[in-house]
Nanobody, 127 residues
Framework: AVQLVESGGGSIQAGGSLRLSCAAS????????MAWFRQVLGKEREAVAA????????YYVNSVKGRFTISQDNAANTLYLQMNNLKPEDTAMYYC????????????????????WGQGTQVTVSS
């Protein structure tokens, strides 16, 4: 079975940096879409960043552009999210998602259907 395991979350002061990792296993072939989402308790899960297979294209929501960088190590089947200049509003549970499908960059970034999910890693940013 496909397994996605996130790590790297923690508590940090505003302005600091964290690097999240997502180790993917349990499948053969490629995941054509990999993405990060986040969710605050009581609110809907929201998109953060996405990347197409091979890292050719990356996609970000406006609120993280210029601060977050998504990347992947295909050999290690690992997805990363480098988060710089963190703000209190970045506080959330961060989830890794992956899909064998490709339905466009917007779909990869924003839609939650047809994706595998990890259990999440908590990021807490204090002011």
């Amino acid at each position: 079975a496909v397994q996605l395991v996130e790590s790297g979350g923690g508590s940090i002061q505003a302005g600091g940096s964290l690097r999240l990792s997502c180790a993917a296993s349990g499948y053969t072939g490629r995941m054509y879409c990999m993405a990060w989402f986040r969710q605050v308790l009581g609110k809907e899960r929201e998109a953060v960043a996405a990347i197409s297979t091979g890292g050719r294209n990356t996609y970000y929501v406006n609120s993280v552009k210029g601060r977050f960088t998504i990347s992947q190590d295909n050999a290690a089947n690992t997805l990363y999210l480098q988060m710089n200049n963190l703000k209190p509003e970045d506080t959330a549970m961060y989830y890794c998602a992956a899909s064998r499908s490709w339905k466009g960059g917007d779909w990869c970034l924003t839609k939650m259907s047809d994706k595998y999910w990890g259990q999440g890693t908590q990021v807490t940013v204090s002011s």
